[in-house]
């Protein structure tokens, strides 16, 4: 057994020594050559607003690139988010604001929890659109590499993960209780026994 497990590490260590850093492995053993990631300014984002004579419909949360076009009903003109094409409002997602000032990338005044719900935004995209590249500025640089504002975006995600954890368990410790007050039978309290 622990022949076979040394063996494993080896075999791993032999792969990550050798293979080139732009190549990865996939499940079945089989290599994939991985691509860089697009990279995109502002400007370069603005052209895929999906107004005529645009280049496509995308747009971006947390610097990252999503082809939304599948979704042009709600994304194109007249759509009901079309202000967010062409763009990173990813502050908007969670405040709702759609004004011109509410659609921007500047996230640092959301909470550990909002950032949370931001990263749940950022799930839902990625599990729904094709993700095609990255927006060089607040989030990324303009070789890719994450910037300090993003760090301190991930530091805070993590806060408010170990938050949303423990505000679950609380709930598991502290089931909720409802009251009810009527004039023929007064005041009632129950609290909730499902855990």
């Not at 194109?76 to 011109?100: N, R």
């Amino acid at each position: 057994m622990l022949r076979y497990a040394l063996g494993a590490c080896l075999s791993v260590l032999v792969a990550v020594l050798f293979f080139p850093p732009d190549w990865s492995v996939g499940w079945g053993g089989e290599s994939q050559k991985v691509a860089p990631a697009r990279l995109l300014s502002r400007s370069d984002l603005s052209l895929y607003d999906g107004e005529k004579g645009s280049r496509g419909l995308y747009l971006a949360i947390l610097g990252q690139v999503f082809d939304v076009h599948k979704g042009h009903k709600h994304y194109g003109p007249g759509g009901g988010y079309h202000f967010m094409a062409g763009k990173d409002s990813s502050l908007a997602f969670i405040t709702g604001d759609f004004t011109e000032s509410g659609l921007t990338d500047d996230v640092s005044s959301l909470s550990p929890l909002e950032v949370v719900a931001l990263y749940d935004w950022l799930d839902f995209y990625h599990k729904e659109y094709q993700h095609v590249g990255l927006v060089v500025g607040q989030f990324y640089d303009e070789t890719g590499q994450p910037t300090e504002a993003l760090l301190e975006v991930e530091a805070s995600l993590a806060e408010g993960q170990k938050l949303k954890a423990q505000s679950e368990a609380e709930k598991i410790l502290f089931p909720p209780c409802n009251s009810e007050w009527s004039s023929s039978r007064g005041k009632r309290v129950w609290c909730s026994t499902k855990r």
